[in-house]
């Protein structure tokens, strides 16, 4: 079964994935260090840090390893990633590209379909 949930850089919630690393189950955690990084790291299941294991490897979208730092990993939100283990994807961490809007009051939201753009591009 595989999973799909988001990691907010802007709160506390630490995220965490059970893997399995040579037969023995061990945790990965992902954990905002401040709005624009984040440290992936290696637990016990017993929530205890771990040596980052050397069959752990994280690299970016354009394919260059990411070299540890005091066993985490640091990531930022403007750039996207794999996790594997044994040499196997495990993790896909995708930078969703977008932006969240707040308006002040009586402005008002509205969208433009695709094809409504084009058919004023049309015009």
Not at 96 to 107: D, E, M, R, S
């Amino acid at each position: 079964m595989s999973a799909k949930v988001s990691f907010s850089y802007k709160n506390d919630t630490i995220d965490g994935f059970h893997v399995t690393v040579h037969g023995i189950p061990m945790h990965m955690r992902i954990e905002a260090i401040n709005n624009n990084v984040a440290k992936i790291y290696a637990t016990d299941v017993q929530g205890n840090q771990q040596p980052m294991p050397p069959c752990i490897s994280l690299s970016d979208a354009a394919g260059t390893n990411v070299a540890p730092y005091k066993n985490e990993f640091l990531v930022t939100w403007i750039d996207s990633y794999i996790l594997k283990v044994s040499g196997v994807e495990a993790i896909w961490m995708t930078n969703q590209k977008q932006q969240a809007f707040k308006t002040a009051p009586g402005i008002t939201h509205f969208q433009i379909s695709e094809e409504e753009h084009a058919m004023i591009a049309r015009l």
